[in-house]
């Protein structure tokens, strides 16, 4: 699908320097046959709302993406217990044994979804305006619901697996300095090479807002 988007606007630029280069009176022709809407590739897939979807994503997304998910085959209930206690004692997922059967009943309730995300079209690839909303007490819960494990309480990257990631999560109380603009960006897309995830899929753009302004509070 990136493949797809980038050959589009690729076209399109490719077309309108054709005709200009056969005539310069073509240029204005070329940009009205080719408006700038660029089909931009499809969100990630994330998990789909139901009972025990919010702890799955608190705990499976720690590591690995909602797709993995939904590209396994239909397993048992017992396969998919087998796989999150797997998890959990071979590869230190965080989550609480009281947490077990809900996100099994829930991943196994899963087996017969197969979600599909939609291409969108924007004009001129321009994001949407969005109002940051200044609400660090609904940041907070968010916060615990989301980042807690790897960034830890006090927001020090010493969660339950922090320090074992490689890197470690980032300390959230040295990023004063760091400009809204940035933080926001890593909330919404990710940081390649870390264990930190796109959290665009699961939240919206005003509980990134109110994340980024609960993790504000943690660095005064």
Not at 110 to 116: A, D, F, L, R, S
């Amino acid at each position: 699908m990136i493949r797809q988007a980038q050959g589009i606007k690729t076209f399109r630029v490719y077309a309108i320097v054709l005709l200009a280069l056969l005539h310069p009176l073509n240029l204005e022709r070329a940009l009205a046959e080719f408006p700038e809407t660029i089909i931009l590739p499809s969100p990630p897939l994330t998990f789909q709302t139901a009972p025990g979807s919010e702890i799955a994503s608190s705990y499976c997304l720690i590591c690995h993406s909602a797709e993995y998910v939904y590209i396994q085959p239909p397993h048992s209930r017992a396969t998919w217990e087998e796989i999150v206690k797997k998890m959990k004692h071979a590869f230190g997922c965080p989550i609480p044994d009281k947490h077990i059967p809900t996100v099994v009943d829930y991943l196994f309730n899963q087996n017969t979804i197969q979600p599909t995300t939609q291409l969108k079209k924007r004009r001129n690839n321009t994001p949407p305006i969005t109002r940051p909303n200044e609400n660090p007490i609904n940041g907070k819960v968010l916060y615990k619901t989301y980042c807690i494990n790897c960034h830890g309480s006090e927001g020090k990257g010493d969660g339950p697996i922090g320090q074992s990631l490689i890197p470690p999560a980032a300390d959230l109380t040295a990023t004063a300095d760091k400009p809204d603009r940035a933080l926001l960006k890593v909330i919404r897309h990710g940081r390649p090479g870390t264990a930190m995830p796109s959290w665009k899929g699961n939240l919206s753009d005003s509980e990134i807002h109110e994340v980024l302004s609960y993790v504000r509070t943690l660095s005064q």
